[in-house]
């Protein structure tokens, strides 16, 4: 009886696992096509974000790794 209830637990918690996994990779991946980006943005347009030119370029160049 006890091995089944240690067979339950482990089910149930490796669902938490793959999903903050798969978030974490979702996030990276939204961060490599979205920084690289900046660069193309005009002045203007950074000024709409509420970005200065040197804050937009340091958050292009910082790996997708970084948050």
Do not use: I, K, N
Not at 12 to 34: C, D, F, K, N, Y
Not at 39 to 67: N, V
């Amino acid at each position: 009886m006890s091995t089944y209830a240690f067979e339950r637990r482990t089910a149930t918690a490796r669902p938490g696992v793959a999903a903050g996994l798969m978030q974490q990779v979702a996030l990276w991946l939204r961060r490599s096509r979205t920084r690289p980006r900046l660069w193309t943005l005009s002045d203007h347009e950074l000024r709409d974000l509420g970005l200065e030119r040197g804050t937009a370029d340091r958050e292009a160049l910082r790996p997708f790794w970084r948050g």
